[in-house]
């Protein structure tokens, strides 16, 4: 299945790009496509303990298994106000 | 009223949207762009927003407030983009039939969206720029 990923803030810069689509067997979690992002972005390795993921603009647990066409964000802890 | 936006926004124009005839009391609260930062200049701030998201999670904000409080009416707006010093960055207001609860709800939109409201602010001082990262975790999302 197809997963669209996109990034935020300082994960958007380190990674060098807003968004890219993953392929992820059936059935996969939020933690395996976390582990397929880190994989490829190994620079945000050192934001792993405090990296925040969304998915499709909702705040999940990494258990959650993903469908096709679903929308991940990774991104760093929220600063605005 | 939930928004995010680039534009400034008039705080006259939003209170009078507020005020209906069963509000006794608004609170406001505006957050505007600091000269200083831990003893450093700065020069602006740029605000990025995951904005479908946001709204989203205002959306909750408003809904988890009104749950909590006995206000009648709740608007807030987060500008994003490119803001200078003194520049308005965030307007809370809150109507209700009696202050206490207004300044407790405006307080409570406030924290709530400090933690879980997808925005992030990067500050340009005249040396260098860097992101701003929030304290938070998501635990309280």
């Known amino acids: 299945m197809k997963i669209l990923v996109k990034f935020f803030a300082s994960c958007r810069e380190l990674c060098g790009k807003t968004r890219e689509q993953f392929q992820l067997q059936d059935k996969a979690t939020l933690r395996d ?11 945000l390795e050192n934001m792993r303990a405090y990296l925040l993921i969304s998915l499709n603009e909702t705040f999940v647990t990494e258990q959650t298994e993903l469908k ?13 106000g | 009223m939930l928004e995010i936006t680039r534009d400034d926004f008039s705080i006259d ?7 209906t ?8 609260f505006i957050g505007i762009v600091r000269g200083k930062s831990n003893g450093k200049n700065v020069n602006k ?24 409080f006995n ?17 308005n960055i965030l307007l ?21 969206l400090k933690k879980t409201l997808p925005i992030w602010k990067k500050e340009f001082t005249p040396e260098k720029s860097y992101w701003i990262e929030g304290e938070t975790h998501g635990k309280d999302a």
């Open chain 1, 33 to 43: 496509l976390r582990n397929v992002v880190m994989s490829m972005h190994p620079i």
């Open chain 2, 45 to 68: 701030l740029e605000f990025e927003a995951y904005k479908k998201m946001a709204i989203l999670q205002l959306k909750n904000i408003r809904a988890e407030t009104f749950r909590k």
């Open chain 2, 13 to 19: 124009e939003i209170v009078q949207k507020i005020k």
């Open chain 2, 92 to 112: 809370i207001v809150v109507g209700a039939t009696h202050r206490d609860e207004a300044f407790k709800a405006c307080r409570h939109v406030l924290e709530r």
């Open chain 2, 21 to 28: 005839e069963d509000i006794g009391a608004i609170v406001s």
């Open chain 1, 68 to 80: 096709e066409g679903d929308v991940v964000a990774f991104f760093p802890p929220v600063s605005g």
């Open chain 2, 71 to 87: 206000v009648n009416q709740i608007a807030i707006v987060h500008r994003i983009g490119s803001l200078k010093v003194s520049d």
